[in-house]
């Protein structure tokens, strides 16, 4: 079993420098990502959602127009062409007003796209989102058919996604990625499904491991072992060696000597410090996988750039995050105790990959 080496000198110097560089970032807290959770159903009931979507949510979709009435109060206070704006759910094309909507921000100057699992994105769907400015997409495909079906519960999911991106892959004038979860079930298939994805003409490509949220806390057999994940990143880093197709593990965690080997960049978890959402009930957050003791505020009594400005401190300043096993950690520096995506309801720490890829104890048992 292979486990990761020491940090290397020229690493280590590299990792220093960018966390001063992380330390101003924050100081500034520029906004660059927008997320709006715009509706909370689902044409999908995915074993691994964070969010517990349905096709029928108890919780209306937001108006557009009470969206808008933010977007308005905090475009005066930064360049829209600098803010993405990126719908989320749920599914976001449950809602028939999304390509209204992205035209509206179309003519605002803002560039926007959204995330998808694909299924209802036909033809004309896609030419209409297009027609309506359409910046970015990110398609979800979780492997070949049988293991893609088995994790979003639809027969016709694997076809409807991988349409999807046929369509995507062909149109120049977008950004997209393919976005796919790894499970034991689709772990040892993942060469094989690159070959697909490369023969398809995907050159983007994000991998990200199940984290213990929503639905996918009560299917724990999902998550990947510690030797499986060591192998993934392996995996990961072998593929961009071959450069076949650009792939990037997600924003999971610090990875240790894996550092710039799986990712493009450093990691840093950018919620609240560059990245903000508003979610389907007004509430006012980092990301929209951030737990609701975390949230900074509601649009319908707060002004959204108030709270951005003067709030999210707990995502700013991390030393709350120093306890258990942050409290000696060498790497705390750099981490600043993991995404606060994998923060639970007392803020306790989830899931640390650094201590799942270095603990070599317990990987010898697997």
């Not at 905090?74 to 809602?95: A, Q």
């Amino acid at each position: 079993m292979k486990y990761p080496e020491k940090i290397g000198f020229r690493k280590r110097l590299a990792l220093d420098l960018f966390a001063k560089y992380h330390q101003d970032r924050v100081k500034t807290h520029e906004l660059k990502v927008l997320f709006w959770e715009c509706t909370l159903r689902c044409n999908l009931s995915c074993k691994h959602c964070g969010s517990d979507c349905k096709s029928e949510s108890g919780i209306a979709d937001m108006p557009k127009a009470d969206f808008f009435k933010v977007i308005d109060s905090i475009t005066p206070h930064i360049n829209p062409n600098k803010v993405m704006i990126t719908f989320s759910g749920g599914e976001p094309l449950m809602r028939n007003d999304l390509e209204e909507c992205g035209l509206e921000l179309y003519r605002r100057g803002f560039p926007w796209g959204l995330v998808s699992n694909g299924m209802a994105l036909t033809p004309q769907r896609f030419d209409a989102l297009i027609a309506a400015g359409l910046h970015s997409i990110t398609i979800s495909l979780d492997g070949f058919a049988e293991q893609h079906n088995l994790i979003r519960g639809n027969p016709k999911s694997f076809d409807n996604a991988l349409n999807a991106i046929k369509m995507i892959v062909n149109e120049k004038n977008i950004i997209y990625d393919v976005v796919t979860c790894v499970t034991p079930d689709n772990f040892s298939s993942l060469e094989a499904f690159k070959n697909l994805l490369i023969d398809t003409g995907v050159k983007y490509w994000r991998i990200f491991t199940i984290f213990p949220s929503g639905r996918a806390a009560e299917n724990d057999h999902l998550q990947l072992s510690n030797k499986q994940t060591i192998e993934l990143l392996e995996f990961i880093k072998q593929t961009r060696k071959e450069n076949k197709i650009k792939l990037n593990f997600a924003c999971e965690g610090f990875l240790g000597n894996y550092e710039t080997e799986v990712r493009d960049n450093f990691y840093y978890c950018a919620a609240g410090v560059n990245v903000a959402s508003i979610l389907i009930d007004g509430n006012i957050s980092g990301c929209t996988s951030i737990r609701h003791n975390f949230y900074q505020g509601n649009i319908y009594h707060d002004d959204f750039m108030t709270v951005w400005n003067n709030k999210f401190e707990t995502y700013r300043n991390r030393d709350w995050t120093k306890t258990n096993e942050c409290q000696e950690c060498k790497m705390f520096k750099y981490c600043l105790g993991g995404g606060m995506h994998l923060r639970g309801d007392n803020k306790e720490m989830l899931d640390c990959l650094y201590l799942r890829i270095t603990d070599k104890k317990n990987n010898d048992s697997l």
